[in-house]
């Protein structure tokens, strides 16, 4: 018997897709799942495998989390959970730590980093975690945690939310970084590669009544569109 678990059925969902643009329920998709799984155990490759996969019966809140676990039941994703110092600086030590690695998501507060890293090798995420050993960042690997893989992280204790359009592009949160940090501490950060030119990133900061003016001149200056989202009724439940 094999067993496999719903990110790796996820990913299975992912390949149908890619190959043939269909859509599989994750029923359907459970025997080319583990036919994927027996051919990785036995080192089976360039052979014929035939996997019978039935039903489309996939509804929109079920593919959503299909879609959230299928690259990292595929492997093309990693899942880490960072404990850096809370100071000034910290969040853009981070991401210069990460180099030159995709980051997929990114969900960052005062109290917890964890971020989704796209992978090529699993030797560049290991080279990158031995950086982040050597720089005091305490990571771990949550790839296989299925509580961390399918709950999100919740989002509290901003003093005021900026919403920023980044352009999907390489350098476009380190310019971010370089015009905010560390001026004003960031207390959390969210962004989720969306497939799109541009991606809508939730950005929270510390920044005193006296300094709205030069944030937001600040804002306009750095060309991304933004929102204050400070007096949304959302951001102010939850900073209640």
């Known amino acids: 018997m094999v067993i496999v678990g719903r990110d790796a059925i996820s990913a299975a969902v992912k390949d149908v897709y890619e190959e043939g ?54 492997g093309k994703e990693a899942l880490l959970a960072t404990f850096m110092p809370e100071e000034p600086g910290s969040f853009k030590k981070f991401c210069e730590l990460v180099g030159s690695m995709n980051i997929t998501e990114l969900a960052y ?17 290991e080279a990158m975690l031995e950086r982040m050993k050597s ?20 989002l509290i204790l901003v003093m005021r939310f900026s919403q920023f359009i980044f352009p999907e592009k390489p350098g476009a949160l380190r310019k971010f970084l370089d015009d905010f940090c560390p001026r004003w501490n960031i207390t959390l950060f969210h962004y989720r590669e969306q497939g799109e030119l541009d991606a809508s990133v939730l950005v929270g900061f510390q920044v005193p009544k006296s300094e709205m003016d030069e944030f937001k001149n600040q804002a306009n200056n750095l060309g991304y569109s933004y929102e204050i ?3 949304n009724e959302a951001s102010k439940l939850i900073i209640e």
């Open 109 to 125: 507060r005062l109290i917890l980093e964890g971020d989704n890293v796209g992978v090529n090798e699993k030797s560049d995420l």
């Open 21 to 74: 643009r269909n859509i599989l329920e994750t029923s359907g998709a459970l025997a080319i799942a583990g036919a994927e799984a027996y051919c990785k155990y036995y080192n089976i490759k360039d052979e014929n495998v035939v996997a019978i996969a039935s039903g489309a019966n996939m509804d929109f809140s079920k593919l959503k989390l299909v879609v959230d676990l299928a690259d990292v039941g595929g």
């Open 135 to 154: 720089s005091q960042f305490n990571t771990v690997n949550l790839s296989n945690n299925d509580l961390v893989k399918e709950h999100p992280r919740h």
């Open 229 to 231: 989202e400070s007096l």
